[in-house]
């Protein structure tokens, strides 16, 4: 996994915990107390998956509490280091249909095996409404992608719901449609 997520996540757990919960969660996850993760390398998924379940544990919070806290901050974030894939797609459904060229934009500079492995995570699909999201990773964060899908569709006023059509958020593998209101509106009228 690219170092964006690990460095990010870990500065949400320093906002809410402070420093003390930030070195606790990365000791207990098999990092380095201090470790700085470079957003633009690549490090292991099974390390990166287990940062989120120290973290979960630190808090006392389910798995789907953590997205719903992190996802506000992971898109903050984002537009702050990325404003470039934000500028020119001001809707959910043509940043969504986008989201998996962004990921492998950002894995470019990765070893050809660790690119694949970004590559092969998400295929989208368009359907009317809104599009189709085909994941497929060992790390099963599929309820992290429903909760920033969510979260986007919020802040750009377009209210937006994930359907599990097969599989589930807590799985490897799963089909989630993706439904923006706002465009059904729009097809409606
Ligand atoms: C500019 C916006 C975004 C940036 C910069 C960004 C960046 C990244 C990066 C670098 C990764 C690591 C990929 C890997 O190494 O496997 C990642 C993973 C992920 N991103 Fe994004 N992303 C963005 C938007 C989104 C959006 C809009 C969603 C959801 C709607 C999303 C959902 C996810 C999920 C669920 C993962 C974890 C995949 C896995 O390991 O299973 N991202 N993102």
Known sequence: MIGWV????????????GPGARREVLLAAGFDAEESFRINAGYADAACRR????????FGMSEDEAFEAFAPFFLRRSREMFPAFFAHRPCVRAFLLHQPEVHNTLAAGLAAGQRDSVARKFRVEPMEGGLRVF?????????????VAR???????????VRFEAGGPGETECIMAIEVQDLKAQVAA
């Open 51 to 58: 940062l989120l379940d120290a973290a979960c544990l630190h």
């Open 6 to 17: 690990p460095y990010v996540l870990s500065a949400f757990i320093e906002e809410v915990g």
């Open 135 to 147: 994941y497929r990773s060992a790390n099963r964060l599929a309820g992290l992608y429903a909760a």
């Open 151 to 161: 979260r986007l569709g919020e802040e750009l006023g377009q209210p937006t719901s």
